[in-house]
């Protein structure tokens, strides 16, 4: 870009320009919004006042090297170091997946079920802390545990959970050799790895080339590797309800598995799109 009297306005619409023919038209709007409200801290109605101010070199050197890298289609969330999710604003890197708009739909409907104090939360494979801490913060004095193997991922979500004032507890640790040693939890919730490696070839690039593979992807032969454990650890621990986010393409096999392994009540819900996104079930706390 030409540093010679660009104005904010001009710089923003030389990177829409840019960004248009591959991430389209209100995507390309949506991430100068963002970048603009990262860099100078504006708001839509201030990027507006501001339109016919000279750019700073500062930002014109920012917002190219910004560009260069939405052009290899790396995710603006990584490139920003943050993401927005349930109307916080969580530190990322891809270390951890890109908090979705469906997980925060999982988070609605387990906050809009339980209205209860005082409940004891289990987050498997909590990533970035997203869940955790949305839950920390939206369930009245709730006592959250979030587990996750990766050491990465934990520092990420340590540093969510402080700067955002979440009193979680976490553990590092393996899902498949965990045991809840008799810890009892109200909830159990996860969003674990669940598209099958055959649906790699469908994927966006910026998904697919930067978004840590381990939190995705399950064997073709197995997509329910991790429900199946994820159940058996909610068969020991939990006297209240499980929350999963899910695959679409597994939703009836989940659902037997569940019944299968003595859940009650079990439930697929769709996601805003009309997606079988979502499975409940609850224990039998009499057994």
Same mark, same amino acid.
């Given at each position: #870009?030409?540093?010679?009297?660009?104005?904010?306005?001009?710089? +923003?619409?030389?990177?829409?320009?840019?960004?248009?023919?591959?991430?389209? +038209?209100? &995507?390309?709007?949506? #991430?100068?919004?963002?970048?603009? %409200?990262?860099?100078?801290?504006?708001?839509?109605?201030?990027?507006?006042?501001?339109?016919?101010?000279?750019?700073?070199?500062?930002?014109? %050197?920012?917002?190219?090297?910004?560009?260069?890298?939405?052009?290899?289609? =790396?995710?603006?969330?990584?490139?920003?170091?943050?993401?927005?999710?349930?109307?916080?604003?969580?530190?990322?890197?891809?270390?951890?997946?890109?908090?979705?708009? /469906?997980?925060?739909?999982?988070?609605?409907?387990?906050?809009? &079920?339980?209205?209860?104090?005082?409940?004891?939360?289990?987050?498997?494979?909590?990533?970035?802390?997203?869940?955790?801490?949305?839950?920390?913060?939206?369930?009245?004095?709730?006592?959250?545990?979030?587990?996750?193997?990766?050491?990465?991922?934990? &520092?990420?979500?340590?540093?969510?959970?402080?700067?955002?004032?979440?009193?979680?507890?976490?553990?590092?640790?393996?899902?498949?050799?965990?045991?809840? +040693?008799?810890?009892?939890?109200?909830?159990?919730?996860?969003?674990?790895?669940?598209?099958?490696?055959? /649906?790699?070839?469908?994927? =966006?690039?910026?998904?697919?080339?930067? /978004?840590?593979?381990?939190?995705?992807?399950?064997?073709?032969?197995?997509?329910?590797?991790?429900?199946?454990?994820?159940?058996?650890?909610?068969?020991?621990?939990?006297?209240?309800?499980?929350?999963?986010?899910?695959?679409?393409?597994?939703?009836?096999?989940? /659902?037997?598995?569940?019944? +299968?392994?003595?859940?009650?009540?079990?439930?697929?819900?769709?996601?805003?799109?009309?997606?079988?996104?979502?499975?409940?079930?609850?224990?039998?706390?009499?057994?």
């Amino acid at each position: #870009m030409n540093e010679e009297r660009v104005t904010y306005g001009g710089l +923003a619409a030389e990177m829409r320009r840019r960004l248009e023919g591959i991430y389209g +038209a209100g &995507e390309a709007r949506a #991430m100068v919004r963002l970048i603009f %409200h990262h860099l100078k801290g504006w708001d839509t109605t201030q990027q507006i006042i501001n339109d016919t101010l000279p750019a700073s070199e500062r930002v014109i %050197h920012a917002c190219a090297d910004i560009l260069k890298r939405l052009e290899r289609q =790396e995710p603006l969330q990584y490139i920003l170091g943050e993401a927005r999710f349930y109307g916080m604003d969580l530190q990322v890197s891809p270390a951890v997946l890109i908090p979705r708009p /469906e997980t925060a739909e999982l988070v609605d409907i387990i906050v809009s &079920e339980n209205k209860q104090t005082d409940l004891r939360v289990l987050d498997i494979g909590t990533g970035s802390g997203a869940i955790a801490i949305a839950l920390s913060r939206n369930l009245p004095f709730a006592r959250v545990t979030a587990l996750d193997v990766s050491a990465q991922a934990l &520092e990420i979500a340590r540093a969510n959970a402080r700067n955002l004032h979440a009193d979680i507890r976490f553990i590092h640790a393996d899902i498949f050799t965990w045991q809840p +040693a008799g810890e009892v939890f109200d909830i159990v919730v996860s969003n674990p790895p669940y598209i099958a490696e055959s /649906e790699k070839e469908s994927m =966006e690039p910026n998904v697919l080339e930067h /978004e840590p593979a381990t939190a995705l992807f399950v064997p073709d032969d197995d997509p329910l590797v991790y429900y199946r454990r994820i159940a058996d650890v909610a068969r020991e621990s939990l006297h209240g309800s499980l929350y999963l986010e899910i695959n679409p393409l597994y939703a009836s096999p989940l /659902e037997g598995m569940l019944g +299968a392994r003595g859940f009650d009540d079990v439930r697929i819900l769709r996601d805003s799109q009309g997606l079988n996104r979502f499975i409940t079930a609850k224990i039998n706390t009499q057994e």
